[in-house]
């Protein structure tokens, strides 16, 4: 029988934590949830409530609908659920998106929720933490708020489309950006049109051979 090495270095589960909090854009953690089912990578899953009266409202979903395409979900006010521990194995956690109340109770570290319980975890665990903050105009506050998170290890990346992909609707708008947010956990679900590479601009002429 093998034993596990005790030096640390074996690779985490293949399991992301996806939070979506109740900032507009709940299409991107939705389709997180699909991406993430089609590459084999397991989720886990936290809604704030706030995030229950998004989905009805931007999509034709209902929060069971959600919950269903999480291979695990966690009901918010469960902080003694596994992705609560650091002993729980995760390759990070996403928040799709993040909302300026989650975000600053993230940053002070005053968590009362299990979605920023669980943020706080893959900081504290230094493990990959990616907010898609999702505000605009911000004001100093919020500017402060990104830097102080920055400064904490975390990953702030507002949903903004990429334009030279050339998406031919708004899906394939949100996939590009949940694409390239996947990218920062080294996941390719095929959903990027890369600069360079698949057909797209960015290359030089080769040399005739």
């Known amino acids: 029988m093998s034993v596990p090495p005790m030096d640390g270095t074996s690779a985490p ?18 389709r997180m949830l699909t991406a993430l089912r089609r ?73 009362s929720t299990l979605l920023t319980r669980a943020a706080d975890v893959a900081l504290k665990e230094r493990r990959p933490l ?3 903050v999702r505000e605009t105009p911000l004001h100093l506050g919020h500017l402060r708020t990104m830097a102080q998170l920055a400064e904490m290890g975390a990953i702030v990346a507002p949903p903004v489309p990429a334009f030279y992909a050339r998406p031919e609707n708004l899906e394939a708008m949100v996939d590009h950006t949940v694409g390239r947010i996947l990218d920062l956990f080294g996941l390719d679900a095929g959903l990027v049109r890369r600069w360079g590479e698949d057909g797209g601009s960015g290359r030089g002429k080769r040399s005739p051979t």
């Open 39 to 111: 590459i084999s990578v397991e989720s886990h899953l936290v809604l704030s409530r706030s995030a229950e009266a998004t989905i009805a409202a931007e999509t034709d979903l209902r929060a069971a609908d959600v919950r269903a395409m999480a291979d695990i979900c966690y009901p918010v006010q469960d902080v003694g659920a596994a992705i609560a521990s650091g002993s729980f194995r995760t390759l990070g956690m996403v928040v799709a998106p993040c909302s300026i109340r989650t975000m600053g109770e993230i940053a002070t570290g005053v968590t």
């Open 130 to 132: 990616v907010l898609m």
């Open 13 to 30: 589960p293949r399991r992301l934590v996806v939070g979506i909090s109740g900032a507009s854009g709940a299409v991107y953690g939705i």
